[in-house]
């Protein structure tokens, strides 16, 4: 049971995943951790979400804006919810999946990083979500981590 509750919080919902699509978005700045290293591409300014802290059976979007440093063609990410201490399987996609017009070209840049209604049954207990962004020769574009609990 526990394992379909996880799951649907990394699953995207049918919500738009687009950033064009996101205007009723709050910009509810929130606490979170740049783990990016040193060879990351985007300089991140803010990640802000449209409510916080999260709420049960509530979508949550969370967004990172900043500045592109160099250009890339294309790339994937990683995205791993922790519950409690354990991993959960991550999900994986494209970077166009959150909402990047790709080929991305050094300056302004916007992405959804979570988007996602909270389940009623979600437990309680300490969510840290780790979103981590690479382009095609493998260097990071970004690694960010935000944290809530119930």
Not at 94 to 112: A, C, E, F, T
Not at 120 to 140: C, L, S
Request: proline share 7%; hydrophobic share 40%.
């Amino acid at each position: 049971m526990f394992f379909l509750v996880f799951l649907s919080l990394l699953l995207p919902s049918s919500a738009s995943k687009t950033v064009g699509d996101v205007s009723y978005v709050a910009n509810v700045p929130l606490q979170w951790v740049n783990c990016s290293t040193w060879t990351d591409q985007l300089a991140i300014e803010k990640v802000e979400a449209n409510l916080w802290p999260p709420k049960r059976n509530q979508l949550l979007t969370v967004y990172v804006s900043g500045v592109a440093k160099e250009s890339f063609l294309y790339g994937n990410y990683d995205k791993t919810i922790v519950y409690r201490g354990y991993s959960l399987p991550s999900i994986f996609g494209s970077l166009d999946d959150l909402g990047i017009k790709l080929p991305v070209y050094p300056g302004p840049l916007q992405m959804i990083i979570f988007n996602s209604t909270i389940p009623e049954v979600a437990p309680d207990g300490q969510y840290d979500i780790y979103v981590k962004a690479y382009e095609q020769d493998h260097a990071e574009v970004l690694c960010v981590k935000f944290s809530w609990e119930f």
